[in-house]
């Protein structure tokens, strides 16, 4: 935009001065940085490692209590013996893929527990708890499988034969067909219970005050059209008078 009165053309911005309409322009003086809206009761990154490390070790612990019940509600694989061979006393039962299930249920369950006291306990707890609470999980799983296995039915299926004698029956070790697939329904369980609970109940961050960004009123094109109130009272035009001026005669 220019001025121009017939002889004189001049610019209404000088060049030294940038265009108060460019979007670019850095913001006006006055304006400073949003502080960050955490919380100052969130945990610095010492205090969640050790946090993770404490969730780590509490979590894998209860991988006994795991094996325990497992090795209590797992069905039994009923064996018998003939002096030659050790069979199946019923060729058509379950029992076998009984264990693997109520070992996969089991481990949901803990799951679920175990992401609850994590999160009722560490609600503000980052990344490394959740991490934490993965690898407990997964060394409990591992715990849980070996407790079971331990403490089950001997592995010696030939020298449990011949303890017991001919034509009666015994019980199977008790065995864990996938390990692989059960050692990670633990740790997926507790992952997804905990996302859950977080986005359902999980702290809120706090919205950022954008009303102190700037120190005075928006300007540049963003500002919009002003307000008649702040425009001044309007100069009025000899058209808007309806006449027109007159010198003298």
Known sequence: MAWHDGTVTA?????????????????????????????????????????????VVLVALAGIGLGLLWLWLAPRVPLVSDETAVFLKNSEGEEAIGADGTFVLLAIGFGVLTAAAVFWRLRRGGIFVVLGLALGALLGSLLAWRVGVWLGPSSDVVGRAREVGQG??????????????????????????????????????????????????????????????????????????????????
């Open 11 to 55: 610019p209404l911005t000088p060049p030294h001065q940038p265009n108060p309409h460019d979007p670019w322009q850095a913001p006006p003086s006055g304006s400073h940085f949003v502080p960050s809206s955490g919380s100052p009761d969130d945990p610095d990154t010492a205090t969640e490692l050790r946090q993770a490390a404490a969730v």
């Open 168 to 249: 009666v029956t015994f019980d199977a070790p008790l065995e864990l067909h996938a390990v692989g697939v059960a050692a990670l329904v633990w740790p997926f369980a507790a992952m997804a219970i905990h996302l859950l609970l977080t986005a359902a109940f999980g702290p809120r961050d706090m919205e950022p005050d954008w009303s102190g960004y700037y120190g005075g009123p928006v300007q540049g094109p963003l500002a919009g059209p002003p307000s008649p109130s702040s425009s001044g009272s309007p100069s009025a035009s000899p058209a808007a008078d309806g006449g027109s001026a007159q010198g003298p005669v």
